[in-house]
């Protein structure tokens, strides 16, 4: 709670801590100059590590069987080997593991063959260390890529992927709940089920699309979304199976009942989405933006933000339409986006049902930088 001044940070044990280090992005902090010289700019990347107590809490059953009775399965249950039951087990334990505030970690990351070590920490009463670092180099290429890891913790979740992005070019902000996967965020029992009893399902065509919107246009990714940062190994894992790998934002809090899972997809989402974009564009202020949302919820009025906080720098926008969650009849109709998207102009902004309709759109884009 105290941050860099808590008298009581001492380091993780590995023997008595878990640790998550999250994939990023390096960038090289420049302004929207475009004529400013980037030869020497040291590349830096915000790192994220979520540090938790191993022997946590162990009351994995209790909620396992409440949130199978919110969603109508208790009775579907059976014993220990219920594959349901353990899907569900499996997702909901890094709600349950305690938290762990005030520890420091060392990164290690290896640049050019050297090893640098860095100091990290304390984690924050969340047990989240977010923290930006300079990597001490100029002179690496854009869409290189090196695996940091966190020293004396051995397990794959303490070593991410930093992938490094030049100042100019292409970027893609991209939801993910029923822009990417199906969610069902307009309803509660579809979040449960989705998250904890189904296996992850991409929206049809949407894989196809992102693989040609890379080829395309050779963005950087980041992947936004309302989820609690719980979620990075679900999410992560849905991610690298289907799409392209980025950089993962989620929200930086927990949640210790099933209402505060939901308020977490549903409430302050637009707050929260602009809040975030707002780092994503100091962090990358030269590069064109194509941002990917949905209709269930604000990703229109966010992305709508943005453009006209930042002139010039959302280049297209792209909503799905969800047409198959119900009571989101409000949400789709026509004049909610006219609304929305009063003050962007009509070309920027496209609503869609099937991806098959925004090629043309991506393939527009591309010809900027054939302008260019």
């Not at 001492?10 to 390096?26: E, F, G, R, S, Y």
């Not at 590590?49 to 396992?64: P, S, W, Y």
């Given at each position: 709670?105290?941050?860099?001044?808590?008298?009581?940070?001492?380091?993780?044990?590995?023997?008595?801590?878990?640790?998550?280090?999250?994939?990023?992005?390096?960038?090289?902090?420049?302004?929207?100059?475009?004529?400013?010289?980037?030869?020497?700019?040291?590349?830096?990347?915000?790192?994220?590590?979520?540090?938790?107590?191993?022997?946590?809490?162990?009351?994995?059953?209790?909620?396992?069987?409440?949130?199978?009775?919110?969603?109508?399965?208790?009775?579907?249950?059976?014993?220990?080997?219920?594959?349901?039951?353990?899907?569900?087990?499996?997702?909901?334990?890094?709600?349950?593991?305690?938290?762990?505030?005030?520890?420091?970690?060392?990164?290690?990351?290896?640049?050019?063959?050297?090893i640098q070590s860095i100091a990290l920490g304390p984690s924050d009463r969340n047990g989240i260390i977010s923290q930006v670092v300079d990597l001490h180099a100029s002179d690496i290429q854009d869409g290189a890529l090196v695996h940091p890891r966190i020293a004396q913790f051995n397990h794959d979740a303490a070593t991410a992927g930093t992938g490094f992005a030049a100042p100019d070019?292409?970027?893609?902000?991209?939801?993910?709940?029923?822009?990417?996967?199906?969610?069902?965020?307009?309803?509660?029992?579809?979040?449960?089920?989705?998250?904890?009893?189904?296996?992850?399902?991409p929206i049809p065509g949407m894989p196809e699309f992102y693989r040609h919107v890379h080829a395309e246009l050779n963005p950087t990714w980041f992947y936004l979304s309302a989820s609690p940062y719980n979620l990075y190994p679900f999410l992560h894992e849905f991610l690298h199976a289907h799409y392209r790998a980025g950089t993962l934002v989620l929200r930086d809090y927990s949640w210790l009942d099933i209402s505060g899972l939901i308020r977490s997809f549903t409430e302050r989402t637009h707050e929260y989405k602009v809040d975030r974009m707002e780092k994503i564009q100091r962090w990358f202020p030269r590069r064109r933006v194509l941002c990917i949302g949905d209709s269930t919820q604000s990703d229109p009025e966010a992305y709508a933000d943005m453009y006209k906080r930042h002139p010039g720098w959302i280049h297209a926008i792209a909503v799905r339409k969800v047409g198959d969650v119900a009571h989101m009849e409000d949400k789709n109709k026509s004049e909610r986006f006219e609304e929305a998207f009063k003050d962007v102009p009509r070309h920027v902004w496209t609503v869609f049902e099937d991806p098959k309709e925004l090629y043309d759109f991506v393939d527009g884009l591309g010809m900027e930088d054939e302008a260019l």
């Open positions: 709670m105290l941050g860099s001044k808590n008298p009581i940070a001492h380091p993780a044990d590995p023997q008595k801590n878990t640790v998550w280090l999250l994939d990023n992005t390096a960038y090289q902090p420049v302004t929207d100059a475009p004529d400013q010289s980037i030869s020497n700019l040291s590349w830096q990347v915000e790192v994220v590590a979520c540090i938790f107590e191993t022997e946590g809490r162990k009351d994995v059953g209790k909620l396992v069987s409440a949130i199978a009775d919110h969603i109508g399965l208790d009775g579907e249950l059976g014993g220990s080997k219920d594959e349901t039951r353990q899907r569900i087990e499996q997702r909901v334990q890094p709600f349950l593991d305690q938290v762990s505030p005030g520890r420091t970690l060392t990164l290690e990351v290896a640049v050019h063959g050297h070019g292409w970027l893609v902000i991209s939801d993910i709940d029923d822009t990417i996967k199906r969610t069902m965020t307009r309803e509660p029992t579809g979040i449960l089920r989705s998250t904890f009893t189904e296996d992850p399902v």
